[in-house]
């Protein structure tokens, strides 16, 4: 019987120079492939974001008018019936029906617009707002707030811009 025996190695032992570069190849191909797939995951997840506080402030809004309507919110005449201000959804406002009861609370807290650039500390800043005047293909400021939409001039995965979410 003859025994075969591994060859032997000519100098020290470890890993050569092409060996070291086909790993780091690999490594570096891994790597193109894993980025891109982990940005857009970010990105996913901010449009979830967006997509959630948007959904929570409009029923907020919403709330707050329902509570209007059913005259648990003063109002002067005049007055479209939706809040001042974003701030008045958290900060709350006195119950008509009930004055010596807690105030009504429409949003426990205002979430900010996930993709504002600004680095503003009030999530109300990071809104654009349109008031109950304005028309829908030109969202103004006013004297309520009628409705929300992101300041971002990104466009989304869905090929729709962030402010017309």
Known sequence: MTRFSAPARRGAPGFSLVELLVSVAIL?????VALPLAELTVRRHKEVELRRAL???RQGIDAYK???AANRVATLPGQSGYPATLMDLVAGV???ANPSGPKLYFLRRLPSD????GASTNPADSWGKRSFASPPDKP???ADVFDVYSLSTDTGLNNVPYSEW
Request: cysteine-free.
């Open 55 to 57: 959904r929570d402030i």
């Open 94 to 96: 006195a119950d008509v």
């Open 140 to 142: 103004a400021e006013g």
């Open 114 to 117: 996930p993709f504002y650039a």
């Open 66 to 68: 329902q509570a209007t």
């Open 28 to 32: 570096g191909l891994l790597a193109s």
